[in-house]
């Protein structure tokens, strides 16, 4: 069975500081993806970003970076100088990688984060 | 995201009444998936279909509900005598077909809110 476990029901932070995300998975697939969504206060889902299982190369795109690693199914997502607007809910999701489970996706809790001026 | 259309974005029903929920995939898009977002246990998978299938509907509830994807037009999630329980959010997300790695993307969202 899947599960993501994002331990953080709440972050809290000033703006300007970094805030990071932690998401930690399950899962006896050998091939997977992992995703990260934000839900802002108007309640849609955004996605931000998607890795498969075999790309482990950490990345950075403007103020989100990644950090996955297999060893300890672990993928946390970083805000660097965090700003209002980043407040939202943050979800981390597990997607197997087979036709057949692709887009069942497992959801964590959430990460709910408050940025204040 | 913004290609996924549902509506009504607020519902409100009574107890008893039944709700409908529509969802227009991203144009091209021929798969659609339903999430249900319950207040305490998060955001669930529901079901899985295509055009004129359904191809997976493990996660939902064996009473009262239903979806369909018609050939043509919205896909449709009916919730037949509401109870207090289903009000949620429930999201509908779309792909253009099963590709592994593809991105799935959501929509809006539609509230329920059963009185």
């Known amino acids: 069975a899947q599960k993501v476990t994002q331990a953080q029901t709440e972050i809290s932070v000033v703006e300007k500081e970094d805030v990071t995300l932690d998401c930690v998975y399950e899962t006896r697939d050998t091939t997977y993806y992992l995703f990260w969504y934000k839900q802002p206060p108007s309640g849609e889902l955004v996605f931000l970003i998607r890795?498969?299982?075999?790309?482990?190369q950490n990345e950075i795109s403007g103020r989100y970076s990644w950090n996955f690693q297999k060893s300890t199914s672990s993928f946390n997502f970083t805000i660097t100088a965090s700003q209002v607007v980043d407040s939202a809910v943050y979800f981390c999701a597990l997607s197997g990688g087979t036709t057949d489970s692709w887009g069942k996706l497992q959801f964590g809790a959430g990460t709910q984060v408050v940025v204040t001026p | 995201n913004a290609g996924v259309m549902q509506n009504p974005r607020h519902l409100v029903r009574r107890r008893g009444q039944e709700a409908r929920l529509r969802c227009s995939p991203m144009?091209?898009?021929?798969?659609v998936y339903w999430y249900r977002q319950l207040p305490e246990e998060g955001l669930k998978f529901m079901v899985y279909l295509q055009k004129e299938n359904i191809i997976d509907e493990s996660g939902m509830p064996k009473e009262r509900f239903s979806a369909e994807f018609p050939k043509e037009g919205p896909s449709i999630l009916r919730i037949q005598q509401v109870v207090r329980g289903d009000s949620a959010a429930y999201f509908c997300?779309?792909?253009?077909?099963?590709?592994?790695?593809?991105?799935?993307?959501f929509g809006e969202g539609s509230w329920l809110t059963v009185v």
């Open positions: 997300a779309s792909s253009p077909r099963v590709r592994v790695g593809n991105t799935i993307y």
């Open positions: 890795r498969n299982s075999f790309d482990e």
């Open positions: 144009k091209g898009h021929s798969h």
